[in-house]
């Protein structure tokens, strides 16, 4: 049997790869399919998930495939020098030679998600949050955030901007959130931020949190108490009360008609 046009690439978002090829032979043939993980060198990674055009009674033609689950075989691994290769024996024994594929990349590993850090900025509403992403692939990204230290997520994210969502790419990355749009009128300590990712072949990292935070959206709360001019004296004395998380500015406006100018 003649085995050519050996074709395999990984199936975006899924672990399969699918391999295809040409088989000719007067007789139906029993195919044999390895797969190397070292660009050729060795043929050890398992195929016992191989499902399709493959074992006995394969009949000639074009257009074969072959559907080998390296999530199955060959879980956790990113590596880019894949092949595989094929050969068939015909009904009356005669063995064909192996075909090989051009190498083609495999990526079963998990992305990682690590370093969540997100604090909001000073004199803004903003909520700056980082992380890094590891993968050989660009990743969809999620951030979930917590008011109550991670035991509930459901703080809205719809302002979230940034290095969120589809296409994310690897490295260090910057996402932001308004917090006065999304979590107004509220100071809050206890707040968490969480990242997850999945890859372009389906491949799901679990969370990874930041360190609880304060988040103050709150305007200041102030009422005066009392203002009057000292005994004796030129100095007027006001006395009011705040309410606020932070330390604040105050300013002062004076009026001379009863508060219309």
Same mark, same amino acid.
Do not use: H
């Given at each position: ?43 050890? %990674? ?65 992305? %990682? ?72 009128? *509220? ?6 931020? *969480?990242? *997850? ?23 200041? *709360? ?13 100095? %007027? ?25």
């Amino acid at each position: 049997p003649v085995i050519s046009s050996v074709i395999a690439s990984q199936n975006a978002g899924s672990g399969n790869v699918a391999i295809s090829y040409t088989l000719a032979d007067l007789s139906t043939s029993n195919i044999e399919l390895s797969i190397s993980s070292d660009g050729g060198s060795t043929w050890t %990674v398992a195929t016992n998930s191989a499902s399709g055009d493959v074992g006995a009674g394969v009949s000639q033609g074009s257009g074969k495939t072959v559907t080998w689950n390296a999530g199955t075989n060959f879980a956790n691994q990113e590596v880019s020098n894949m092949r595989a290769r094929l050969r068939g024996r015909d009904a009356y024994g005669n063995l064909g030679s192996f075909t090989s594929s051009a190498d083609f990349a495999v990526d079963t590993k998990v992305p %990682v998600v690590s370093s969540v850090t997100a604090s909001q900025g000073s004199s803004t509403s903003t909520v700056t949050i980082t992380y890094s992403l590891a993968d050989a692939s660009n990743s969809t990204v999620f951030i979930d955030i917590s008011e109550d230290s991670g035991s509930t997520w459901g703080v809205a994210t719809s302002t979230l901007l940034g290095a969120i969502g589809s296409g994310v790419t690897p490295g260090a990355k910057t996402a932001t959130w308004n917090a006065a749009a999304d979590f107004p009128n *509220r100071e809050q300590s206890g707040i968490m931020v *969480r990242a *997850r990712a999945t890859d372009a072949f389906a491949n799901a990292s679990g969370n990874t949190a930041s360190s609880a935070f304060t988040v103050d959206t709150l305007a200041p *709360r102030l009422t005066v108490a009392s203002a009057s001019q000292t005994l004796g004296g030129q100095f %007027v004395s006001i006395t009011y009360n705040l309410s606020e998380a932070t330390s604040t500015a105050i300013a002062l406006d004076i009026s001379s008609n009863g508060g219309s100018t």
